[in-house]
């Protein structure tokens, strides 16, 4: 908690992150960290390697949901 009493946001919902942890992502997107992987594979969701690090760019995020609602309202 806050000096306000309120709970502190967790690390992986701040804006400012650049890159994310697949969790993280999976956690934006609601969806399960296999589920996550899955999109990554398929090359739906960007990733990138930093090391030896699976990381999502979080502009990517928002970017694969707006492709999500492009498809849907097109089909």
């Known amino acids: 908690m806050d000096e306000h009493g309120a709970l502190a946001t967790p690390v992986d919902d701040d804006p400012t992150l650049v890159l994310l942890k697949v969790e993280e992502a999976a956690r934006r997107l609601r969806v399960g960290r296999t589920t996550c992987y899955a999109l990554i594979?398929?090359?739906?969701?960007?990733?990138?390697m930093v090391g030896?690090?699976?990381?999502?760019?979080?502009?990517?995020?928002?970017?694969?949901v707006t492709r999500l609602r492009t498809?849907?309202?097109a089909a």
């Open 41 to 48: 594979r398929t090359g739906a969701l960007e990733s990138v």
């Open 52 to 64: 030896g690090l699976r990381r999502v760019p979080a502009d990517a995020v928002p970017e694969y």
């Open 71 to 73: 498809a849907q309202r």
